[in-house]
């Protein structure tokens, strides 16, 4: 079988290096040449695409690549047609609209007839027409912050994510339009034989962030505690218990959420848990 699917990966920027090693930990080995446009992996059949974001909605469209690993924000200002099938979980940010710190605000009305400069301009069209308010937009495609301090706007609309670019710039978010992640997308023209390849690229994706998002526990309880322990601890089916070498203990292993962590570590501790050890997982099977 000859057939390889075709992913679309950003050519440089903030999600290339983490959508590449996300394919990595998925046991894919790709060549990422500075000036290659196309790769093919060397152990599966994939062959990756590198492309400005932007373009990579209407790629999809006309079925010259397969998938892409894009942020929602993308597809949301130029792809609400196409399908997510799996969040990535990093790349996490929000659009969001900001406005010079020392001016007023009490709501998103304030911006009627206001000038906003922005990439993206179909999602700020669209969630301001839903609150009836009207702009005038400017569209520019980089370094946005900068337009109120120049004269060109009264306000923005970009990406946020730790905030630092609008302080730097004398900016205050006022409104949160979305929230947004990196996604993977597929193409509503992908053949059948293609769609068999990325269940098994899917698959592979979900066991690395499942893994990634679960912590391998390991700890001795004295037996008589051992009851106490095992009602707290989630798991996959039901924790492994083996006996220490000093009789009346027993060694417990467990997998524990990433988030509820600390949270069952304080339980497992005060239920008589000891010398607990936590270590990550590179792939989880389910
Ligand atoms: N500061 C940030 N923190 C987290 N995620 C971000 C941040 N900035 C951008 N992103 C996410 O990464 C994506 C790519 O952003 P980037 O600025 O690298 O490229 P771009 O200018 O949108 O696209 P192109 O590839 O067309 O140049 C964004 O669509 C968004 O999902
Ligand atoms: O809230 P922060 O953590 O400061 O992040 C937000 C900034 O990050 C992105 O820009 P990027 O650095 O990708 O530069 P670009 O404008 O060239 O895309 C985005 O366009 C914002 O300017
Ligand atoms: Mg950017």
Redesign the pocket.
């Known amino acids: 079988m000859n057939t390889k699917i075709r992913i679309a990966v950003?050519?440089?920027?903030?999600?290339?290096e983490k959508s590449l090693a996300l394919l990595k930990s998925c046991g894919i080995s790709i060549d990422n040449g500075r000036d290659q446009l196309k790769t093919t992996a060397r152990d599966f059949p994939l062959e990756v695409f590198y492309?400005?974001?932007?373009?990579i909605p209407q790629y999809l469209r006309d079925g010259v690549i397969d998938i892409a690993i894009?942020?929602?924000?993308?597809l949301i200002e130029k792809g609400t047609d196409l399908q997510i099938i799996e969040r990535l979980g990093?790349?996490?940010?929000r659009v969001s609209l900001a406005i010079p710190k020392n001016d007023a605000y009490s709501s998103v009305k304030d911006f009627e007839g206001k000038r906003i400069a922005t990439?993206y301009p179909n999602t700020v069209k669209n969630y301001l027409k839903e609150k009836g308010v009207e702009v005038e937009l400017h569209i520019i495609?980089?370094s946005v912050e900068i337009a109120p301090n120049i004269g060109l706007a009264d306000g923005i609309c970009d990406?946020?994510?730790?905030g630092s670019?609008l302080f730097k710039n004398n900016l205050k978010e006022v409104e949160v339009m979305l929230t947004?992640?990196?996604v993977l997308t597929v193409s509503p023209n992908i053949s059948e034989e293609r769609k068999e390849i990325l269940e098994k690229l899917r698959f592979r994706i979900r066991s690395v962030l499942k893994g990634q998002n679960s912590r391998y526990v390991l700890m001795n309880v004295p037996d008589n505690k051992l009851d106490n322990v095992i009602d707290i601890l989630p798991g996959m089916r039901s924790p492994t218990v083996l006996p220490l070498a000093e009789e009346g203990w027993s060694s417990v292993h467990s997998v524990i959420d990433k988030n509820r962590f600390w949270d069952v570590i304080d339980q497992l501790k005060s239920a008589g848990a000891e010398g607990i050890l936590v270590c990550p997982i590179e792939k989880m099977v389910l």
Do not use: P
């Not at 492309?51 to 373009?55: M, S, T, V, Y």
């Not at 990093?90 to 940010?93: A, Q, T, V």
């Not at 990406?159 to 730790?162: A, K, M, N, P, R």
């Open positions: 950003q050519k440089s920027g903030r999600l290339n492309l400005r974001n932007g373009d894009l942020g929602e924000n993308t990093f790349s996490k940010c990439s495609n980089g990406i946020v994510s730790s670019t947004s992640e990196a």
